[in-house]
């Protein structure tokens, strides 16, 4: 039986432990007969007015020196009574000799201050550092800490650079890394409980979780209060914080990540498992029951995708496969007050990324650095399918720029074509070739064609007519053709259908494990979904003919499947009858072009009276030119004297 909510269990030991123990009078944690120390009488006589932030950062802070990577550290002192000012000495060390714990933490609301007594003097901190500093240094009152609020002049920019490029080997190197979420609740006392009740969280061998067992009868017995109240400890601010992501992977790939609600701690690693089994068993609920909301249930599901997400990077992390992009790209959905940390908060994680933090730089200039750095990371401009001016207008960022700003929400065209990008090779092979000069992309690249005309795809008029508009789509699109006697007998039924179902990215869309191909027939794919019978039912609605419902039932799921990867996407035909998928962005006047180093064309935009430079718009399907025959079909023969020397076909091209 527990007879106390706040004994979380973690590997069968009580999560108080032996830090729990209130610490000696002396605080060392040994026995001691001579009296105590008297800070107390001392410090009110000496300060009765707490110093600005501007005159303690002077009086306190001295230079640190760079070059051996020096850090200040705190030593919180034992108080002698639950009323006394939390007292706490500074000193510097450098980094490589230091020893000490880190605090991991929100900062919160700035105008709720606490006064503490640093090196003598009184001086007021936020609210949410001072509880984490006093719980924990009532854990270990000889321990060294490390907190950024104190321990870094935030007021200088400078130093704050420097510092913030050592993050990731501060909390790399800190044992433990306190995860502080805040004060104990009811809800954390659910979760306690609920620890205390799961006997897999003693076993980790246990990592799959079986609802036929004791443990899944548990979680998905839980009532609807509980649900809320871990709903509630998931959806913290704590969790959704950019720096709170690289704090907790560098903590918990070491096994030091020590989450902290009040005194009370567990590991992170077994509330991650503990929110990876609720996440299931919600998922089991929703399922079961899909005529209930089950509103609370969601509520889990959805903030525990976070820790998902957490668990992905550090298991990255850990291999040495961390890719910039996917986890700058998680930054998105995370909140930060400065937007330059959605870069600088992952530094310490992507160190082959050369970006060196610095606060004096506007958040322009960091966006459009970093792009750069991920693109000769990745030694591939296949990123640049993610960029558009209809993404960055307004942020003063150039359109082949990265906006990692929480609000931009990517096309289902850009997150496929991104994701798929290595099934495709529209460039046929040849390296990127690019340089950067402010907000000017230097790159390589030939035109395919120029937009003069297309039909939209209106993804909201589907949900009532999930076969008209499609039918309206194809009608357009061979009437083009037919007008073009070019393109007599190009097989246009057979692109029509490799086109909208983007031809490649079939494979992994569906799970097939089977590469798709521009050689594959039709045929080999009808066991997935039924092709034929889709296409053949549109050409009837396109001749006039009313499906019955079992036919439109039948292909729904695919029609579905279409509509919400690429919602109100743009179709064309091209001058050689090319079937064209484009993105939402491009209109009438814009070309098609294809990239050295990208696998994927883009769509680039004119400047309006401006010679020579271009606008990207977004990416595009280009079916007959995915596997670089575009490409190789305009190189020029060249005078080498060798009838087999060619050029490449690119020509330089200036993206604004």
Not at 420 to 429: F, M, P, T
Request: glycine share 8%.
């Amino acid at each position: 039986m527990v007879r106390k909510p706040h004994k979380l269990m973690d590997g069968g030991q009580a999560a108080g432990g032996a830090e729990d123990q209130t610490p000696d009078r002396n605080g060392t944690g040994n026995s001691d007969p001579s009296p105590p120390r008297k800070r107390r009488c001392v410090v009110e006589d000496r300060h009765q007015d707490v110093l600005s932030p501007e005159e303690w950062r002077r009086m306190l802070y001295e230079p640190l020196n760079a070059q051996k990577k020096d850090i200040r550290l705190l030593k919180v002192h034992p108080k002698q009574s639950p009323r006394d000012d939390l007292e706490a000495s500074m000193h510097t060390i450098p980094l490589e000799h230091a020893s000490f714990a880190a605090i991991s933490y929100v900062w919160g609301d700035s105008k709720r201050q606490k006064k503490i007594i640093l090196n003598d003097h009184a001086i007021s901190v936020g609210h949410s550092a001072y509880a984490a500093l006093r719980h924990t240094g009532y854990k270990d009152t000889n321990q060294h800490i490390w907190i950024d609020a104190l321990c870094i002049n935030q007021s200088d920019k400078e130093e704050r650079s420097q510092q913030v490029s050592l993050m990731g080997e501060v909390y790399g190197k800190a044992e433990p890394v306190w995860l502080w979420t805040g004060g104990y609740t009811k809800d954390t006392e659910t979760l306690a409980n609920l620890m205390n009740r799961l006997a897999f969280m003693r076993d980790p061998s246990k990592s799959d979780f079986d609802f036929d067992s004791r443990d899944g009868r548990i979680l998905v017995g839980l009532s609807s209060t509980e649900w809320l109240s871990l709903a509630a400890v998931l959806r913290s601010p704590f969790w959704h914080r950019v720096w709170i992501l690289q704090e907790i992977i560098m903590g918990a790939a070491r096994g030091q990540a020590i989450v902290l609600f009040g005194r009370f701690w567990m590991q992170y690693d077994t509330l991650a498992k503990l929110v990876r089994a609720l996440v299931k068993a919600a998922v089991f609920l929703v399922q079961s029951d899909p005529g209930e909301l089950h509103s609370e249930v969601l509520d889990v599901m959805v903030n525990g995708i976070v820790f998902h997400r957490h668990m992905g990077i550090l298991d990255a992390f850990e291999s040495g496969t961390c890719d910039s992009i996917d986890a700058l790209d998680f930054n998105t959905i995370l909140d930060a007050t400065d937007p330059r940390d959605r870069v600088y908060g992952l530094m310490g994680l992507i160190r082959s990324l050369r970006i060196r933090p610095d606060y004096n730089k506007s958040i322009s200039q960091v966006y459009r650095e970093t792009t750069v750095a991920t693109l000769e990371q990745a030694v591939s401009l296949n990123g640049l399918t993610r960029c558009g001016a209809n993404n960055n207008a307004g942020s003063g960022l150039p359109s082949w720029a990265f906006n990692w700003d929480n609000k931009i929400k990517h096309h289902g065209l850009s997150k496929i074509l991104e994701a798929q990008s290595k099934l495709y090779n529209a460039c046929a092979g040849h390296a990127a070739d690019f340089s950067a000069c402010g907000s000017r992309l230097s790159v390589r690249g030939c035109k395919l064609m120029d937009v003069d005309g297309f039909v939209q795809y209106h993804s909201e008029y589907l949900v009532d007519h999930p076969l008209t508009n499609l039918a309206f789509v194809r009608q357009w699109m061979l009437r083009r053709v037919q007008e073009n006697p070019r393109v007599r007998d190009h097989g246009f039924s057979e692109a029509f259908k490799r086109a909208i179902l983007l031809d490649e990215a079939i494979s992994a869309r569906y799970n097939t494990g089977v590469r798709i191909g521009p050689t594959t027939r039709l045929d080999d794919i009808k066991p997935l979904l039924d092709v034929e019978h889709f296409f053949d039912l549109i050409d009837r609605m396109a001749a006039g003919q009313t499906p019955d419902a079992d036919d439109e039932r039948d292909t729904l799921s695919c029609i579905n499947n279409f509509a919400s990867h690429l919602p109100d996407a743009k179709l064309t035909i091209g001058p050689g009858g090319e079937c064209c998928i484009l993105h939402p962005g491009v209109e009438k006047g814009d070309g098609i072009f294809v990239l050295a180093g990208c696998s994927v064309p883009l769509a680039l935009r004119p400047v309006r009276d401006v010679t020579g430079q271009l606008q990207l718009v977004g990416p595009a399907y280009v079916h007959g030119a995915m596997d670089g025959e575009a490409v190789i079909g305009s190189a020029k023969r060249v005078s080498t004297g060798d009838p087999d020397a060619y050029d490449d076909a690119f020509e330089e091209i200036v993206l604004v």
